[in-house]
């Protein structure tokens, strides 16, 4: 079990070493690969170690390891080179991307992507949304959740009802543009969930937006 443990964590080490260099500040951090295969080494390793037999518990281990980390650094690789890809297309657009665990969320300001009191796509628009398709339909073991958003003037139904068109208008211009429907989510949340306040009028600009958030899928 000592030498389990020293090999694990030798394992985590060397995976700590493997970093990506951020294409927007050009800092060197550590790629979600390298933290999804650690994490799965470890889990793989646990898990390994408990189904093997007494006498076997150091090889069970060692196989769960190998496994655990080759699934989790999969899944970790494949979102990174999107997140990276994205991030190339998107860069100056106006649209943020951030990334949470194996997610990757695309947040889009009212200001540049409708006009006022409108569901309609703004034109000047459809070359972001078009880049952000072609990227789509080359990692396409993902799923897409579109999700519009209003600031809180006007009445909740209102909003409610605005919110839904605008996250419809993008989700159809994806689809238009090639991503398969089946991969597609579109849903309106209305005021909720503000990111800013809306006593200022930055704050409800910033929340005015449409966010597409991207999952990766395990098929």
Same mark, same amino acid.
């Given at each position: 079990?000592?030498?389990?443990?020293?090999?694990?964590?030798?394992?985590?080490?060397?995976?700590?070493?493997?970093?990506?260099?951020?294409?927007?500040?050009?800092?060197?951090?550590?790629?979600?690969?390298?933290?999804?295969?650690?994490? $799965? !080494? +470890?889990? #793989? %390793? @646990?898990? &390994?170690? *408990?189904?093997? =037999?007494?006498?076997?518990?150091?090889? $069970? !281990? +060692?196989? #769960? %390891? @190998?496994? &655990?980390? *080759?699934?989790? =650094?999969?899944?970790?690789?494949?979102?990174?080179?999107?997140?990276?890809?994205?991030?190339?297309?998107?860069?100056?657009?106006?649209?943020?991307?951030?990334?949470?665990?194996?997610?990757?969320?695309?947040?889009?300001?009212?200001?540049?992507?409708?006009?006022?009191?409108?569901?309609?796509?703004?034109?000047?628009?459809?070359?972001?949304?078009?880049?952000?398709?072609?990227?789509?339909?080359?990692?396409?073991?993902?799923?897409?959740?579109?999700?519009?958003?209003?600031?809180?003037?006007?009445?909740?139904?209102?909003?409610?009802?605005?919110?839904?068109?605008?996250?419809?208008?993008?989700?159809?211009?994806?689809?238009?543009?090639?991503?398969?429907?089946?991969?597609?989510?579109?849903?309106?949340?209305?005021?909720?969930?503000?990111?800013?306040?809306?006593?200022?009028?930055?704050?409800?600009?910033?929340?005015?937006?449409?966010?597409?958030?991207?999952?990766?899928?395990?098929?």
């Amino acid at each position: 079990m000592k030498k389990l443990m020293i090999t694990s964590l030798a394992s985590v080490i060397l995976l700590g070493g493997c970093t990506t260099l951020d294409p927007y500040t050009q800092e060197q951090k550590t790629s979600q690969a390298t933290k999804g295969a650690g994490l $799965g !080494a +470890l889990g #793989g %390793a @646990v898990l &390994g170690a *408990a189904v093997a =037999g007494k006498g076997d518990r150091n090889e $069970g !281990a +060692l196989a #769960g %390891a @190998v496994i &655990g980390g *080759a699934i989790g =650094g999969g899944i970790g690789y494949y979102m990174d080179q999107q997140e990276m890809q994205l991030r190339q297309q998107l860069e100056g657009t106006g649209v943020r991307v951030e990334r949470v665990g194996d997610d990757i969320r695309l947040i889009m300001p009212g200001n540049i992507t409708f006009a006022t009191d409108s569901d309609r796509v703004d034109p000047s628009f459809y070359s972001v949304l078009d880049s952000v398709a072609r990227v789509l339909i080359k990692f396409e073991k993902t799923q897409v959740a579109v999700e519009g958003y209003t600031d809180s003037t006007g009445s909740f139904e209102y909003n409610q009802q605005l919110s839904e068109r605008r996250a419809n208008s993008v989700a159809r211009y994806l689809n238009s543009a090639g991503v398969s429907h089946l991969r597609l989510d579109a849903r309106g949340l209305g005021e909720r969930y503000p990111i800013a306040s809306n006593d200022t009028a930055a704050g409800r600009a910033m929340n005015r937006r449409v966010e597409i958030k991207i999952r990766g899928t395990q098929r």
